[in-house]
Structures are given as structure tokens and as C-alpha cells.
């Protein structure tokens, strides 16, 4: 695809570099802008502003829609924007218990998309079916929009088959899952790039390019999917660790569950994934005989306002908002964004009641961070995966400074 890459050899051309995304992170904020907005954003000198402006027109990732008096003299000011066809990324979302596909825009609009719900196949399915939907839907686009494709990006849980008996999932399907390395394959049945990532750390970073990441560089981000997964913005930026599981608090040892319909840990502790999950509160309508088989019977039961929907309520934010404390005391951050697989009032009830409970057991001189909900709902790892072709090609990391070899662990990046 076309870039506004300079080059990465020497330490001016990482700056320009740099600079470029700097632009192209401040227009997601604040378009459109003038030049002068751009300048004062991005901290750049409006003579350095100038210059980058015209090599992102060239490549055309932004584009110019009307003017604006700045101030009383003067000549109208031109306004920038990004534009929506200046790249495209694919992004997969790989769940135990379902799989979607999206096609997104450089602005972050959907364009397609598919998706199954059903207890997740083997891989050779899956890789199937998914070859077959990319495809299609990259027919949608242009020649010359399919040659600004950035990649494709899979969002998926790390150690799929693990963690199976607390999520009450059968063990045999998932195990070819840890057995293959799929984002691989799919990159040469595609002859795509392929950028892999936790589903958690994609939703955090569609977070922080499209959603509250416009208004906030530092937060927590909260997806309570068939497991409960994590991400971390820190300065603009995704947090990731040496593994990529930085912030995985549904790993994070709490207390055994008081519902009848918890299984026993096989030791003290158990972990936050098998109380703080929805697939902790299917476990526990199955068991009080509500009939759960999808994600809609869940939701239906969630509207429906059944008892056993508030008694997992109180079970969950028991676990979660210890567990949440912990990491805002090694963080530290302001803000906690929650999004959902459902909603139906889930989230709000979700909200509200982990907002009472972190309040009345909040440590002396420490406060309670704002909860807001996210922006993507359901479709939070799809956009989050479909992003990271964009993430790892458009944003503004520290690790360009140092070279494009300091990148190389910073996303999972297959190239076929």
C-alpha cells in the first residue's frame, strides 16, 4: 500500500516519521483542523506542519473539505480531515463461542461484516470460512482502494484452550487451537500481512484510536465477553508486556464464587474469569432453568430482568472491583472504560453497582476513577482487530524513535 513512510535508516527520518503520525493522531482528535490547529496539537512547528501536510495529501490519507476564519484578518484558514479512504484494515475476532469479521475505513467506519455464532470449529474450518468472507469482502473495494489495504487483524484470547473448565466449555475442541499458529496461516491462504494481538489489548486500542482514546491517553479498558479481557493505555498507547498479556485481570486470583452454580477451584483461589464473565452468568441462569444457548437467549434473559441475572450481578462486582482496585493502585490511571458482548441495561446495572462498591470501600486519600462505557459494544474486537494493521502502520509509538527494529515485538506481525 501506499505510505507516507520517508524512510527508517537514520534518526531524521524516525523523527519525520514520528511527526507524520503525530498529524495523522491529532486529526483523529480534532478534525477537521487547520494547519495552525495541527501545530499547536501536535507541538510541531507550523513551517515542519506544512511540509507533512502536503506528503500525508500525497498519500492520500487526508483531504481538504472547507475553510475557516481563524480570526478576524486573514485569508479563510483550509480545514483537514482524514480521509476515510486512505486505508482500510480487516480485523477478525476470534471468541470460544463466536467469530466475526469486519472490513473498516481509515475513519473507523464498518463496511461489512459477518459473523457465527457457535462454539468455535477447528481451525481448518475456521480458516475456510474466513478466506472465503475476506475475500468477498475486499470485492467491495476498488483497485486502487484494495492497494491501500493496511493488513488483516485477528483478535483472539491468548491459551484459547485454556481456562476451559472454569469458562464450562468441552476441552477437545479447543485443543488443535493451541496446537496451530493460525494468524500464520491465514497470512499465506490471504497473501496478506496478518497482525495478531490479545482480544482485550485490540478492543483497548480500537478504544484509543476511535473511541475515548480521541479525549484520553491513559485508561483501563474493561471487555466482559464469554471470559472477562483487559487493556491498558498508557500515554496514548497500548501497553502490552513481554507476552502481550499486560493487564490480564481475568487471570487475577480471587475468591471462590458463592452461587450454587460456581464450580469449586481445584485449589484456594480461583481466578476473576470464572465469576466476571457472561459465560459465568449462562452457567448460573442455566442452572435456576432459563434456557441459554446464545448470545441473544443471554440477552433476552439480561431484558427480561430475571433474579438470576442480579444475583450474578452481585457475585461479579464482589470479584471485579478488588481486582480492579489492584491494578488502579499499580496504574494509577483516571478513567475505566467497560464495554460488553450484550447489554439490554447489563452494562449500566454493571456500572453503576461496581461505582457504589469501589466508592464505599475506597482506601483513604484515594478516590474512585470515572466508569464510562465503551464505544463499540459487540463489536469491540472486530473493529479492535481490524485497527491493528492501522495501529501498527499510523500511530505515533515511542518505538519508531528508536528504529523500525524496536517495533518488532510491540505486535504480533505475520507476513506471508
Not at 319 to 337: F, H
Amino acid at each position: 500500500m501506499r505510505s507516507p513512510h520517508i524512510g527508517q535508516g537514520s534518526n531524521s527520518a524516525n523523527v519525520r516519521r514520528y511527526n507524520e503520525r503525530l498529524l495523522l493522531q491529532a486529526l483523529r482528535r480534532t478534525e477537521p483542523a487547520s494547519k495552525a490547529d495541527l501545530a499547536r496539537h501536535a507541538n510541531i512547528t507550523s513551517t515542519a506542519v506544512g511540509s507533512i501536510i502536503t506528503s500525508l495529501g500525497k498519500a492520500g490519507l487526508i483531504e481538504f473539505t472547507g475553510r475557516r476564519l481563524e480570526g478576524q484578518r486573514g485569508q479563510p484558514a483550509a480545514l483537514i480531515r482524514l480521509d476515510p479512504r486512505g486505508a482500510f484494515g480487516v480485523g477478525v475476532r476470534l471468541g470460544r463461542t463466536s467469530v466475526e469479521t469486519v472490513l473498516v475505513n481509515f475513519a473507523g467506519a464498518v463496511l461489512a461484516r459477518t459473523s457465527y455464532d457457535m462454539l468455535l470449529p477447528h481451525p481448518n474450518e475456521v480458516l475456510d470460512f474466513l478466506t472465503r468472507d475476506i475475500r468477498s469482502m475486499l470485492q467491495l473495494l476498488t483497485r486502487d482502494e484494495r492497494e491501500r489495504l493496511a493488513g488483516v487483524g485477528i483478535a483472539q484470547p491468548f491459551n484459547l484452550g485454556s481456562w476451559l473448565r472454569e469458562l464450562g466449555l468441552p476441552s477437545d475442541t479447543f485443543r488443535a487451537w493451541d496446537e496451530m499458529d493460525f494468524p500464520a496461516a491465514l497470512g499465506r491462504a490471504l497473501a496478506l500481512p496478518v497482525f495478531n494481538e490479545n482480544d482485550g489489548n485490540a478492543a483497548a486500542i480500537a478504544e484509543l484510536f476511535y473511541g475515548c482514546g480521541r479525549q484520553r491517553n491513559d485508561f483501563i479498558y474493561l471487555f466482559l465477553g464469554p471470559a472477562i479481557g483487559s487493556g491498558i493505555a498508557v500515554d496514548g498507547d497500548c501497553l502490552r508486556g513481554v507476552s502481550g498479556n499486560a493487564g490480564d485481570i481475568g487471570v487475577m486470583p480471587v475468591p471462590p464464587s458463592r452461587l450454587p452454580s460456581a464450580p469449586q477451584p481445584a485449589g484456594q483461589w480461583d481466578i476473576l474469569l470464572s465469576r466476571a464473565s457472561l459465560n459465568a452468568l449462562a452457567r448460573h441462569l442455566r442452572y435456576t432453568g432459563a434456557p441459554v444457548g446464545t448470545r441473544a437467549e443471554l440477552e433476552a434473559c439480561v431484558a427480561r430482568r430475571l433474579p438470576a441475572v442480579d444475583e450474578w450481578l452481585e457475585d461479579c462486582v464482589d470479584a471485579l472491583a478488588p481486582a480492579l482496585r489492584a491494578m488502579l493502585c499499580v496504574l494509577d490511571v483516571p478513567v475505566v472504560v467497560l464495554d460488553a458482548d450484550i447489554d439490554a441495561g447489563l452494562l449500566d446495572a454493571l456500572i453503576e453497582r461496581l461505582h457504589a462498591t469501589m466508592t464505599a470501600n475506597a482506601p483513604e486519600s484515594r478516590g474512585v476513577p470515572a466508569l464510562v462505557r465503551g464505544t463499540f459494544g459487540t463489536d469491540a474486537g472486530a473493529i479492535g482487530a481490524a485497527t491493528l494493521p492501522m495501529y501498527f502502520n499510523f500511530s505515533p509509538r515511542a518505538g519508531i524513535l528508536k528504529g523500525a527494529g524496536a517495533q518488532s515485538n510491540e505486535v504480533n506481525h505475520v507476513q506471508s
